[in-house]
């Protein structure tokens, strides 16, 4: 995973605690593509590789990140740990565990005690999009060309529930 394509000028780190996590994280991989958001991508474990956590803090804020998009599933400190080693905003997304089907990964995520802040999404691929989406969203406010490809995917969004042929319009 760590490989995997590290584009020119990331604006947003994509970080996962495992390379199981990668089949939720993949909606947020494809949304920040489709709205030609530079990201890089690393799986990051809070408990397997915690020495990783301040060196990745610090390079987010090195490279003047937007934010990082955290996702992890189970006692999920990944994002928190995170957002302790760094101003990067941090964006968690709870990966749907199979013991407690992701409700221990939202309420670990969700759960920040005042002062330092973790931004939770919902759980899994819902939640994996939407992130990447608000961080577009973030970008967007200085960045003209994000916000108009981020304004089309609304257009196109609204669009399609108008194109339903099962939509009377009323
Ligand atoms: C967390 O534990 C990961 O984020 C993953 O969701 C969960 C299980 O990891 P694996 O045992 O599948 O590597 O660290």
């Given at each position: 995973m760590n490989d995997l394509a590290v584009q020119a000028a990331p604006r947003v780190g994509v970080v996962m605690g495992?390379?199981?996590d990668f089949e939720t994280m993949q909606g947020a991989l494809d949304v920040l593509r489709d709205l030609g958001v530079p990201y890089e991508v690393r799986v990051l474990s809070?408990?397997?590789?915690?020495?990783l956590l301040p060196t990745y803090g610090a390079r987010a804020e090195r490279l003047n990140f937007t934010c990082i998009i955290a996702g992890a599933g189970g006692a999920a400190h990944l994002p928190g740990m995170l957002a302790a080693f760094t101003r990067v905003p941090v964006l968690g997304v709870p990966v749907q565990s199979r013991a407690l089907s992701g409700q221990d990964s939202l309420l670990s995520i969700v759960?920040?005690?005042?002062g330092v802040p973790v931004a939770t999404f919902a759980i899994g691929a819902a939640g994996a999009k939407n992130a990447a989406l608000f961080a577009a969203a973030m970008l967007a406010t200085t960045d003209e060309a994000v916000r108009a490809r981020l304004d089309a995917f609304r257009a196109a969004q609204t669009q399609g529930v108008l194109d339903d042929p099962h939509f009377d319009g009323h």
């Open positions: 495992s390379r199981s809070a408990h397997r590789t915690p020495a759960q920040m005690p005042a």
